[in-house]
């Protein structure tokens, strides 16, 4: 292999450069939903095996590939890779038609709207680098191919399944995410990066009637209103204004006739925050709340299921600082960005803290700066338009994804 890697140096050649587009437009043509990505747990097991990389699966859909080169440090690389529900409207010549069922049997279109195909092609890329410059490098590489990003289910699949005991512990792991900012440029945080995220399922019940008879009904849907008016106070009210939070209202279904007053109204909420004292905080507010409402209204006392729960981010700033320092000799000072933290979530620090390893996660931007200025609305992560240019965005993805490894175990061997 003619690629070279050296100080302050990564370059992918032409053959290598083809390759990874390739690889990334068959994963975007074939996208599956969280913990349901089977083929291409195949299809990444089958590329490890073809480099010579030992792997192996784990949580379910998960494939861990383990780079043994030698004495040296162990790094952790992830890399997620389940699509979304969502019908692409790209118009791209490689855009899914794939279909997915969801855990409710409900067929659905299936797409990589969240840039995880960029994050694969850019870790098999990073990995066929190292495997064929093994005299620049020395140390064992964990390369982690996590399902399930989407439902926070993935990291936690992969540890409770033994990840830790099956593959060599890292002192630091690292992971990258695609973002609609400009292509070629790389964003971190220091400390809290990635807000931790909670998602209820709340079902308020009320006393089914005539639409005509008001007077006989509890109306489930009046007190969902209420609610869900009442849950904005909590930011703008309760909240210090100095802190972060979000919460959304996502989904609200109630009744089958228009002239009937059901028997109960289901609405989904997701909060977002950055510490466990606000979110300890909106939680008890929200469910305050939705008690409250329900005895003003006579009704029965709701339900809450908690479906699903993401964790802080944080992102330790001495390896943070040490990347960034990383990043800035490879691609230039211009090119990487200090930035605020994300209200965004990530399960990818659950790798980490399972065994209390530091971690750091970062951003990197999948928009040329022509198609900033000509995308008008811009189509953000989780959009049906969302197309990152191959272009630098793979090949700063796999740079990325170098510097980082490369920082711990890139000592040259002795012969």
Not at 84 to 96: K, M, R
Not at 223 to 237: K, W
Not at 401 to 413: D, E, H, K, P, Y
């Amino acid at each position: 292999m003619t690629t070279q890697i050296s100080e302050n140096t990564i370059e992918l050649t032409e053959r290598l450069q083809d390759g990874m587009h390739e690889l990334y437009k068959h994963l975007h043509a074939n996208p599956e939903l969280s913990m349901q990505e089977f083929a291409t747990a195949d299809f990444v097991a089958a590329k490890l095996s073809a480099l010579g990389i030992e792997n192996f699966r784990c949580g379910g859909t998960g494939v861990v590939g383990v780079l043994e080169n030698g004495e040296g440090p162990v790094v952790g690389f992830r890399a997620d890779m389940d699509g979304l529900p969502i019908q692409e409207d790209t118009g791209l010549q490689y855009a899914s038609t794939a279909q997915g069922k969801l855990a409710d049997g409900t067929v659905v279109p299936v797409m990589h709207g969240c840039g995880h195909d960029t994050h694969i092609a850019a870790a098999l890329t990073a990995a066929e680098l190292l495997a064929g410059s093994k005299k620049m490098w020395a140390g064992t590489v964990v390369f982690i191919f996590q399902p399930g990003e989407e439902t926070a289910a993935g990291a936690k699949a992969m540890v409770e399944d033994g990840l830790w005991d099956k593959a060599p512990k890292p002192e630091v792991i690292f992971g990258q995410h695609v973002m609609p900012y400009e292509a070629g440029s790389i964003q971190v945080t220091q400390g809290a990066a990635m807000a931790m995220a909670d998602s209820w399922k709340v079902t308020v019940y009320g006393r089914q009637a005539h639409g005509s008879q008001p007077q006989a009904a509890i109306d489930p849907i009046v007190l969902a209103a209420h609610i869900v008016v009442r849950l904005q106070t909590i930011v703008s009210r309760e909240v210090d204004p100095m802190e972060r939070a979000v919460i959304t209202v996502g989904t609200i279904h109630g009744g089958l006739k228009e002239n009937i007053i059901p028997g109960h109204c289901e609405f989904t909420i997701n909060v977002r925050t950055l510490t466990q004292a606000v979110r300890d905080e909106v939680l008890a507010a929200i469910r305050r709340i939705i008690q409250g409402e329900a005895a003003t209204s006579g009704a029965p006392q709701p339900s809450i299921e908690e479906s699903y729960t993401f964790p802080l981010n944080h992102n330790d700033p001495d390896a943070t600082k040490k990347l960034v320092s990383e990043f800035e000799s490879l691609l230039g000072r211009e090119k990487v960005s200090e930035v605020a933290p994300s209200m965004g979530s990530e399960d990818f620090g659950e790798l980490a803290v399972a065994i209390g390893v530091p971690s750091v996660f970062w951003t990197f931007g999948g928009y040329t700066a022509d198609q900033l200025g000509k995308q008008t609305p811009l189509a953000g992560n989780h959009s049906p338009g969302f197309a990152p240019a191959m272009e630098p965005t793979l090949t700063t993805g796999v740079k990325a994804a170098m510097a980082g490894i490369l920082s711990r175990v890139g000592a040259q061997r002795s012969e």
